[in-house]
């Protein structure tokens, strides 16, 4: 499978979907004028990733400074296709980056870990 790199802009993040290494990972904000048009090609990649794995360890970078919530919804379907390989047999580590003193982006990521209890939640601070 092609990996899939999307550079940054001011309103997008950066996808950097390494499918060979299994490391994925969205850093940046997240406010697309149309969140499913610029989500739409990433979710159908990781359709079409996910069944091709078997008892693998994947790990899901995430470090989203601010997202709307356009950008909550389809986030919570990616985290819900992940927690659904990792139901199936696979393991699948959730690296929740957040600035240390940003409760919001913190507790949003707890959320994500309640729902989706079998992805393995690994909070990560940034100090600045």
């Known amino acids: 499978m092609q990996n899939l790199y999307i550079a940054p802009t001011s309103s997008t993040p950066e996808v950097n979907f ?7 990972s969205l ?3 997240s406010y ?5 048009a610029f989500f739409g090609p990433i979710m159908q990649a990781i359709q079409a990733y996910l069944p091709t794995l078997h008892s693998t360890q994947v790990t899901l970078d995430v470090q ?3 997202f709307n919530s356009s950008s909550t919804k389809v986030l919570l379907e990616l985290f819900s296709l992940f927690n659904d390989a990792a139901v ?3 393991y699948v580590t959730l690296n929740w ?19 989706f209890t ?4 690994n909070p990560c601070a940034l100090v600045e």
Do not use: C
């Open 18 to 24: 390494q499918f060979d290494r299994h490391q994925l």
């Open 88 to 90: 199936a047999g696979n």
């Open 64 to 66: 989203l400074a601010y």
């Open 118 to 121: 079998a992805l393995d939640f």
């Open 97 to 115: 980056h957040y600035i240390e003193d940003d409760e919001t982006i913190l507790e949003f990521g707890q959320e994500v870990a309640d729902d």
């Open 27 to 29: 850093r940046g904000e």
């Open 32 to 36: 697309p004028e149309n969140a499913h």
